[in-house]
């Protein structure tokens, strides 16, 4: 009987043993989402799932149970791939945390891009709560590329390299230099310049051409016949809101093969939005590399000083001093106070749109979101702070123009696949898939929504409950999370 007993022992303590080799062998992750809706635009995964992160990546999504330091329950929430902005034109933390309670894991200024790029790089490196990254500026490189204007170029460098940097100081500074013709000396130069800042990480090349619209076409011509050639991607903000200047940009891509995306469609056509979307689709379907965006909001926003309101705005914009909104006040233009701040410079508000157009792109699977998000000011346009909640809680939930897939590919899978051949690290980025970069979104769909707006200025979003940006925590509970600041930089391929 004792022999028996001992048997009975052996075979249990055996089990004991395979048991505990067993829990052994299960890792243990850094964090684990535990039951949440998990979307994946990309392998259409809609389901319930348990996600581990290891080392800043998703290291598993299971319907198993998952061992981890750090156990968040997300049941009843939506788990998504971080959100994309590929257009804003704030470059710090205080835009970066509004950016944050939007969604956002990347954060990228495309559309004008920033000088000096690789001590800007330096300027942010590990102090971004969110990726960032920008292009390379065209407007700047030509400015750099004449001799008279070394000292204000000199001055620029010094802001940069002290993380001084910002749209309207660049704007301010290089704007004597719009009007001026480059010789064909200054031309090379500046094709040299651009080249350069590419090999110090600039993703692509910013093109806004409408605040330079008396550049000679040969120029801006040369500018896509050197994407053309090496394949970098332009992000143009075309020379005039209408249809020639789609004409004129869809010329240049087809001619020279240059890759091309066409910034904010909805205030670049207007009115004709159907039209230039389907002129984008006539481009595609005859093999031209070319894709677009949009936000969400009626009115647009910009520096007064700009040539978009050279002589005869009204007739190009089909609008008056009134449906401009000084962002300092709220107050709307008359034409003493335009005239007024016209001289002095600053952001504008521009109310020019109608919601059908709105409609018209957003319900296009091909249009990208991205917000144009503005610098910090306390009446700032709300697209700063509120663009992809809107989206997910005006246009999918509250309007059902989208469904939630289609609209969580339009902010995450979409850009990070059109930025994929120019900035490679993208490739790992708008996805829930093991491998991926941990930069990962969890939302409550029945609740997100902007909270901004143009009467109060900005607000951060509700709804969006946590964010982590290469595996770390950055928003817990809807509250940012101090003293992280896991953010890291974009880069273009051919950083050297």
Same mark, same amino acid.
């Given at each position: 009987?004792?022999k028996?007993?001992f ?12 048991q505990?080799a067993?829990a ?5 992750f850094?964090?684990?989402l535990?039951?949440?809706r998990v979307?994946d635009p990309?392998t259409?995964l809609?389901?319930? @799932?348990?996600?581990?992160?290891l080392?800043g990546r =998703?290291a598993s ?7 981890g ?8 929430l939506?788990v ?7 257009h804003?034109h704030?470059r710090?933390?205080q835009? !970066?945390?509004?950016? &944050?309670?939007d969604?956002?894991?990347?954060a990228?200024e &495309?559309? /004008?891009?920033?000088?000096?790029i690789e !001590?800007? *790089?330096?300027s942010?490196k ?6 960032f990254?920008?292009?390379v500026? /065209?407007?700047?490189?030509r400015f750099r ?5 070394k ?5 620029l460098l ?13 704007f301010n ?7 001026d013709?480059?010789?064909k000396?200054?031309?090379n130069?500046? &094709?040299m310049?651009i080249?350069?800042? &590419?090999a110090?990480?600039g993703?692509?090349?910013?093109? $806004?051409i409408?605040?330079?619209? %008396?550049?000679? $076409?040969?120029?801006?011509y040369?500018?896509y016949?050197?994407?053309?050639e090496?394949?970098?991607?332009l992000?143009?903000h ?8 789609? !004409? ?7 001619? +020279?093969?240059a890759?091309l995306?066409?910034v904010h469609?909805n205030s ?5 939005i159907?039209?230039?979307?389907e002129?984008i689709?006539?481009a595609?379907k005859r093999?031209?590399?070319?894709? +677009?965006?949009? *936000?969400p *909001?009626?009115?647009?926003?910009? #520096?007064i000083q700009?040539a978009i309101?050279n002589?005869? /705005?009204?007739e @190009?914009l089909?609008?008056?001093y009134?449906n401009?909104q000084?962002v300092?006040?709220g ?5 003493e ?7 002095t410079g600053g +952001?504008?508000i =521009?109310?020019?749109? !109608?919601?059908?157009?709105l409609k #018209?792109?957003m319900?296009n699977?091909?249009v990208?979101?991205a917000s144009?998000?503005?610098p ?5 346009? $709300? ?6 909640s809107?989206?997910?809680?005006k *246009?999918?939930?509250?309007d059902?123009v989208?469904?939630?897939n289609t609209a969580?590919? %339009?902010?995450?899978l979409? $850009?990070?696949k ?8 993208m490739?790992?980025?708008?996805r829930?898939?093991v491998?991926?970069?941990?930069? =990962?979104?969890?939302?409550n769909?029945d ?9 109060k200025?900005?607000a951060?979003?509700?709804?969006v409950?946590f ?5 770390t925590?950055v ?7 101090t003293g992280?600041?896991p953010?890291k930089?974009?880069?273009g391929?051919?950083?050297?």
């Amino acid at each position: 009987m004792k022999k028996y007993h001992f048997k009975i022992l052996i075979v249990w303590f055996s089990l004991c043993l395979c048991q505990l080799a067993k829990a052994q062998s299960k890792p243990v992750f850094d964090i684990v989402l535990v039951g949440g809706r998990v979307i994946d635009p990309e392998t259409k995964l809609d389901a319930i @799932r348990n996600i581990g992160i290891l080392n800043g990546r =998703i290291a598993s999504i299971s319907t198993n149970k998952l061992i981890g330091k750090e156990l968040i329950d997300v049941k009843g929430l939506v788990v998504a791939p971080g959100f994309i902005d590929m257009h804003v034109h704030g470059r710090t933390n205080q835009e !970066q945390e509004f950016q &944050l309670h939007d969604g956002l894991t990347t954060a990228l200024e &495309l559309e /004008w891009g920033v000088e000096n790029i690789e !001590q800007w *790089y330096d300027s942010r490196k590990s102090k971004a709560l969110i990726n960032f990254g920008a292009s390379v500026c /065209w407007p700047f490189e030509r400015f750099r590329s004449m001799e008279k204007y070394k000292d204000a170029n000199e001055k620029l460098l010094e802001n940069t390299i002290n993380g001084n940097s910002s749209l309207e100081g660049l704007f301010n500074a290089i704007g004597v230099s719009y009007k001026d013709k480059l010789s064909k000396e200054e031309s090379n130069k500046m &094709l040299m310049n651009i080249n350069k800042s &590419l090999a110090e990480g600039g993703i692509g090349i910013g093109i $806004p051409i409408g605040y330079l619209p %008396k550049t000679n $076409p040969e120029e801006l011509y040369a500018v896509y016949k050197y994407a053309g050639e090496k394949q970098v991607l332009l992000f143009s903000h075309l020379r005039e809101p209408n249809m020639l200047s789609f !004409q004129e940009a869809i010329a240049n891509a087809t001619l +020279t093969q240059a890759p091309l995306h066409i910034v904010h469609i909805n205030s670049m056509a207007l009115g004709h939005i159907q039209m230039a979307l389907e002129m984008i689709e006539a481009a595609k379907k005859r093999g031209v590399n070319i894709s +677009t965006e949009m *936000y969400p *909001y009626t009115a647009g926003s910009t #520096l007064i000083q700009s040539a978009i309101f050279n002589e005869g /705005w009204q007739e @190009r914009l089909d609008m008056s001093y009134n449906n401009l909104q000084w962002v300092l006040t709220g107050e709307r233009l008359t034409k003493e106070t335009f005239d007024k701040f016209r001289q002095t410079g600053g +952001t504008v508000i =521009i109310h020019n749109m !109608q919601p059908e157009w709105l409609k #018209l792109g957003m319900e296009n699977a091909a249009v990208m979101i991205a917000s144009d998000g503005m610098p910090y000011s306390a009446l700032a346009h $709300p697209r700063t702070a509120g663009t992809f909640s809107r989206v997910l809680g005006k *246009y999918v939930r509250e309007d059902k123009v989208l469904d939630l897939n289609t609209a969580i590919a %339009k902010i995450t899978l979409l $850009p990070a696949k059109r930025l994929e051949s120019i900035a490679p690290s993208m490739h790992q980025k708008g996805r829930i898939q093991v491998g991926a970069d941990a930069d =990962i979104t969890i939302f409550n769909a029945d609740k997100i929504i902007d909270k901004a707006s143009f009467e109060k200025g900005l607000a951060f979003s509700e709804g969006v409950e946590f964010v982590i940006v290469n595996g770390t925590l950055v928003l817990k509970n809807g509250k940012t999370v101090t003293g992280v600041f896991p953010g890291k930089a974009i880069v273009g391929k051919f950083k050297k």
